[in-house]
């Protein structure tokens, strides 16, 4: 059984890996290889409540810092040793652990230690509570498949600095950079309101003057946002997809024109790099007919009218151009998400979005508008989301 804590607050913050299981097997095994063949600097020593008393079951504590001086060395002798064998035993005594198996389990406890922690007081209390949280959840089996896959696109790891957006719950606002002038999307990138519905879109013009890092670039200004980088690619699929990803593009844009090779091979390298594949479907007759011959489907098809044609046709032309979003949620399944692109204003976000689009891009509604931040609020509100994701406070046990 395994269990895995974190508690407390840095230097002194405890985070505990631990196994328990029987002597007999694999666990067993583990911890005696662990006492008969140390690594240096992470020696493995026995929870003891005092010395000469060993805590049951036999509990074996593995630095996860590398032990460099005398006082790494005391701190993990001395607090985190007492904190570890202490949670064991009082697990026992609460029941936690059954008293009549103490002989037949062994316990292996990985402990982190920052160098930087001086507070014996809080290292002490920290991994005391870090074990016994780990104890108690490797018993229970903590966590179940259904609340791993409940949290795995909600929450944050706190060490990575930024949200992973798998945009799983729609509608968004994307909006469009288009314009080849880096000085002046960096303005409108920090101008834009912090939201998760927000999507920000590397354009065709702006990625060929200043080539597909210019993503990183947008990462570093805005690292919670989800990024676009908008190939329109028609060949050399898996490469581009590739390139795209390694610059760290969450979405990567193709062209429904491609050769449907090509498209699947950008699919499949979208995949692979953790991004999703977007279909433009720029100048393409029946998208659906198209989607129904790819064998592996896109995560976003996006339905665009080209700026040059929006210019010259008529409201209702306009409109007609979103095609049967219905029909292509058929065909790829309730997993696509279908965006609509081309002279989208405030004023037609409810006929979209009851048309039954996901995602809204939008370029020069909102980036040439005097007041980017207020514009990109419009449309927010008209889509019904909130600007900032509140913090949520996790409720664990």
Same mark, same amino acid.
């Given at each position: 059984?395994?269990?895995?804590?974190? %508690?407390? =607050?840095?230097?002194?913050?405890? +985070?505990?890996?631990?196994?328990?299981?029987?002597?007999? =097997?694999?666990?067993?095994?583990?911890?005696?290889?662990?006492?008969?063949?140390?690594?240096?600097? #992470?020696?493995?020593?026995?929870?003891?409540?005092?010395?000469?008393?060993?805590?049951?079951?036999?509990?074996?504590?593995?630095?996860?810092?590398? *032990?460099?001086?005398?006082?790494?060395?005391?701190?993990?002798?001395?607090?985190?040793?007492?904190?570890?064998?202490?949670? %064991?035993?009082?697990?026992?005594?609460?029941?936690?652990?059954?008293?009549?198996?103490?002989?037949?389990?062994?316990?292996?406890?990985?402990?982190?230690? $920052?160098?930087?922690?001086?507070?014996?007081?809080?290292?002490?209390?920290?991994?005391?509570?870090?074990?016994?949280?780990?104890?108690?959840?490797?018993? /229970?089996?903590?966590? !179940?498949?259904?609340?791993?896959?409940?949290?795995?696109?909600?929450?944050? $790891?706190?060490?990575?600095?930024?949200?992973?957006?798998?945009?799983?719950?729609? &509608?968004?606002?994307?909006?469009?950079?288009?314009?080849?002038?880096?000085?002046? %999307?960096?303005?409108?990138?920090?101008?834009?309101?912090?939201?998760?519905?927000?999507? *920000?879109?590397?354009?065709?013009?702006?990625?060929?003057?200043?080539?597909? =890092?210019?993503? /990183?670039?947008? #990462?570093?200004?805005?690292?919670?946002?989800?990024?676009?980088?908008?190939?329109?690619?028609?060949?050399?699929? !898996?490469?581009?997809?590739?390139?795209?990803?390694?610059?760290?593009?969450?979405?990567?844009?193709?062209?429904?024109?491609?050769?449907?090779?090509?498209?699947?091979?950008?699919?499949?390298?979208?995949?692979?790099?953790?991004?999703?594949?977007?279909?433009?479907?720029?100048?393409?007759?029946?998208?659906?007919?198209?989607?129904?011959?790819?064998?592996?489907? &896109?995560?976003?098809?996006?339905? #665009?009218?080209?700026?040059?044609?929006? /210019?010259?046709?008529? +409201?209702?032309?306009?409109?007609?151009?979103?095609? !049967?979003?219905?029909?292509?949620?058929? %065909?790829?399944?309730?997993?696509?998400?279908?965006?609509?692109?081309?002279? *989208?204003?405030?004023?037609?976000?409810?006929?979209?979005?009851?048309?039954?689009?996901?995602?809204?891009?939008?370029?020069?509604?909102?980036?040439?508008?005097?007041?980017?931040?207020?514009?990109?609020?419009?449309?927010?509100?008209?889509?019904?989301?909130?600007?900032?994701? /509140?913090?949520?406070?996790?409720?664990?046990?």
């Amino acid at each position: 059984m395994v269990g895995e804590a974190l %508690v407390g =607050e840095e230097p002194e913050i405890a +985070h505990i890996d631990l196994i328990i299981g029987s002597k007999r =097997e694999a666990v067993g095994t583990a911890f005696a290889c662990s006492i008969a063949q140390p690594k240096q600097g #992470h020696t493995p020593i026995l929870g003891v409540i005092r010395p000469n008393l060993p805590v049951k079951p036999m509990t074996l504590i593995v630095p996860k810092v590398s *032990i460099k001086n005398l006082a790494d060395a005391e701190k993990m002798f001395g607090p985190a040793q007492s904190a570890v064998a202490k949670a %064991v035993a009082d697990a026992v005594e609460e029941g936690i652990i059954a008293k009549g198996e103490v002989e037949e389990l062994v316990v292996i406890v990985s402990v982190f230690i $920052h160098p930087r922690g001086k507070d014996y007081q809080r290292i002490y209390r920290y991994n005391y509570a870090a074990t016994k949280l780990a104890l108690s959840r490797a018993i /229970q089996k903590f966590p !179940n498949i259904d609340k791993v896959l409940e949290e795995k696109d909600k929450s944050i $790891h706190a060490m990575i600095g930024f949200r992973i957006n798998n945009l799983k719950k729609p &509608p968004y606002l994307e909006v469009a950079l288009d314009i080849p002038d880096w000085r002046r %999307v960096e303005g409108i990138i920090r101008a834009l309101p912090r939201s998760d519905a927000i999507i *920000i879109e590397a354009g065709t013009p702006l990625i060929k003057r200043y080539g597909v =890092e210019v993503v /990183q670039k947008i #990462h570093q200004l805005r690292p919670e946002s989800v990024v676009l980088a908008d190939l329109k690619t028609l060949d050399t699929g !898996n490469l581009e997809a590739r390139m795209a990803g390694d610059a760290t593009a969450d979405v990567v844009g193709f062209s429904g024109l491609a050769p449907l090779k090509t498209m699947e091979k950008f699919i499949a390298e979208c995949e692979k790099v953790g991004a999703l594949s977007l279909m433009d479907t720029l100048n393409v007759p029946d998208p659906v007919e198209v989607l129904k011959q790819l064998e592996a489907k &896109p995560g976003i098809v996006e339905l #665009h009218r080209a700026i040059d044609v929006e /210019q010259v046709q008529t +409201h209702e032309e306009q409109e007609s151009e979103w095609g !049967n979003i219905g029909e292509i949620k058929s %065909v790829c399944g309730n997993g696509v998400l279908v965006a609509v692109a081309g002279g *989208i204003r405030v004023n037609k976000v409810e006929k979209a979005l009851n048309a039954g689009a996901d995602i809204l891009v939008v370029g020069r509604a909102i980036t040439a508008a005097k007041d980017v931040a207020g514009a990109a609020r419009g449309f927010l509100q008209r889509m019904g989301v909130e600007e900032v994701d /509140q913090f949520r406070v996790m409720t664990d046990f």
